[in-house]
């Protein structure tokens, strides 16, 4: 396959658009919002829920009917200039239509030419090969450079085909704006031909069962978490990257224990953050992909331990050493970045 040299990696893909990061900006995304940005009562929403939310990402794809893509496409550009995302820190993405759809051109070209200014982030759906990255990659360039933007926007790929699975790790590497790829449930599992119509979660005959015993009694069996391989699978090709992987969309609305098992699972995976679909989601990714104070304390136990990061300790009965140190440090970056949006997580991480 072939790479393009170190150095070129990083041009600007036209003349005046702005150099791509060397470095991804730190943010803090534990949960990524979808606003359905045609329905005038949601997108009213918008300025009072930013505050409370790490992203708004304003939906242009599936869920919004083919007679509202205009109206959606609209309804972002609006979304955009209705609070200061730069200034207050919370992320504005864009979700497009995919890139063979007849709506792909005018969303991300009108998206950059006049929501540019505010849009941190187009997240790209269906990608199956790097190829896709490099086509958006190019064309966003060509229309930074028509906007004047000085800071490029970055990418976020949605893993929903089967082709894209088989193919993460190049997404993962195919440009410098690529800033996280999310697990996409429901187009994946169709692509892949699984007997399942839910979003995300487990389903009750991905089991596995005990031998039969001699008496004849009953075999107990366990539940398995069929995004398992795949969720793993993508947090690899992400942390080699060096960006980062996202859980997708949780279905069931309704049943809230179910989503926050979900969520967890994904945490302890070494996801990032995870999309919310409804205002009862949010408090939940918050909980979830906030670290736990007790952990957040333990981890700060082994960095004061071992300040150069080097040698072994011993805490509360457990070794520590290199390696657990920086696990330490990943716990506790992630608890400073909450704690300067949280005041009362932050209090917690204090005590
Ligand atoms: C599920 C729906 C229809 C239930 O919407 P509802 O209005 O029936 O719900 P509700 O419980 O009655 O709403 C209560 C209040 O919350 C509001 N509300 C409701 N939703 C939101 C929201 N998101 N943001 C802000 N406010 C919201 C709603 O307007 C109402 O406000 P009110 O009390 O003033 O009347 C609605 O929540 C919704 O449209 N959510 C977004 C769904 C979406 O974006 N789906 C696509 C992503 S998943 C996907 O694409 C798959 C993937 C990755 O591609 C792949 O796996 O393949
Ligand atoms: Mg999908």
């Known amino acids: 396959m072939s790479q393009k040299t170190p150095r070129s990696f990083f041009k600007p893909l036209s003349i005046g658009a702005p150099e791509p990061y060397r470095e991804l900006p730190v943010k803090l995304e534990r949960m990524i919002h979808f606003v359905p940005p045609h329905l005038d009562k949601v997108r009213a929403k918008v300025p009072d829920m930013a505050p409370t939310v790490d992203v708004i990402l304003a939906n242009l794809e599936d869920a919004i009917p083919a007679d509202a893509k205009d109206a ?69 360039a060509q229309l930074e450079a028509k906007a004047g933007l000085t800071r490029p926007i970055l990418f976020h790929a949605i893993l929903e085909t089967a082709e894209g699975v088989a193919r993460v790790e190049e997404i993962a590497l195919a440009s410098p704006r690529m800033q996280g790829i999310s697990l996409g449930p429901a187009d994946l599992a169709a692509s892949r031909k699984m007997k399942t119509t839910r979003v995300g979660g487990g389903h009750p005959f991905y089991r596995v069962i005990e031998d039969p015993k001699e008496d004849g009694s009953a075999r107990l069996s366990a539940q398995q978490d069929p995004w398992h391989y795949t969720i793993a699978r993508l947090v690899d090709a992400c942390r080699m990257a060096g960006i980062n992987a996202f859980y997708g969309p949780f279905g069931d609305i309704g049943d809230l224990e179910a989503c926050e098992q979900q969520f967890r699972n994904a945490f302890l995976l070494g996801c990032a953050g995870t999309w919310s679909l409804h205002p009862s989601q949010i408090a939940v990714a918050k909980r979830v992909f906030s670290p736990d104070p007790e952990e957040v304390k333990f981890a700060r136990k082994i960095l004061a331990a071992m300040p150069d990061g080097s040698g072994v300790a011993m805490i509360d009965g457990k070794m520590q050493d290199d390696a657990t140190w920086k696990q330490a440090k990943v716990i506790s970056d992630l608890a400073d970045l909450v704690a300067s949006k949280d005041p009362d997580l932050a209090a917690a991480y204090a005590g």
């Open 72 to 140: 959606a496409r609209a309804g972002a550009i609006e979304m955009a200039n209705m609070y200061d995302w730069q200034g207050k820190g919370t992320g504005f993405w864009s979700r497009v239509n995919c890139l063979n759809s007849p709506w792909f051109q005018d969303d991300v070209s009108e998206l950059v030419l006049k929501a540019g200014h505010q849009l941190d982030v187009i997240m790209l759906p269906k990608v199956e090969g790097p190829w896709d990255i490099h086509f958006a990659d190019q064309y966003v």
